[in-house]
């Protein structure tokens, strides 16, 4: 079991920027593919940004791209996810998610382990 715990988020300006971490607990020892995604109110949940285990490959959504940067410390069992030039569009619940190296990286659902969320909303 991996257990994961976000935090970082708040309350900011469009235009702003921040930096949610997510920190890894339990078998961290395994190779784990690290992921955000963020869920709107009434909206599905969507996939933002993953990254493998040694941090070469990344993957972003299209609406992020440029704008958000995912990175990993593995030494720290931690995740980041930069994000730049926030827009109100950008309002959601971010999850962190695990899924084990093996499995390759993905855009969809198709995680392992999730953290309970932190909530970012931008004003316009």
């Known amino acids: 079991q991996v257990q994961l715990v976000e935090s970082g988020g708040g309350l900011v300006q469009a235009g702003a920027s921040l930096r949610l971490s997510c920190g890894a607990s339990?078998?961290?020892?395994?190779?784990?593919?690290m992921a955000w995604f963020r869920q709107a109110p009434g909206k599905e949940r969507e996939f933002v940004a993953a990254?493998?285990?040694?941090?070469?490959?990344?993957l972003y959504a299209d609406s992020v791209k440029g704008r958000f940067t995912i990175s990993r410390d593995n030494a720290k069992n931690t995740v980041y996810l930069q994000m730049n030039s926030l827009q109100p569009e950008d309002t959601a619940v971010y999850y962190c998610?695990?899924?084990?190296?093996?499995?390759?990286?993905?855009?969809?659902?198709?995680?392992?382990?999730w953290g309970q969320g932190t909530q970012i909303t931008v004003s316009s």
């Open positions: 339990g078998r961290t020892g395994s190779n784990y593919i």
């Open positions: 998610a695990a899924r084990p190296s093996i499995k390759g990286l993905t855009t969809a659902n198709e995680y392992d382990y």
């Open positions: 990254i493998g285990w040694s941090g070469s490959r990344t």
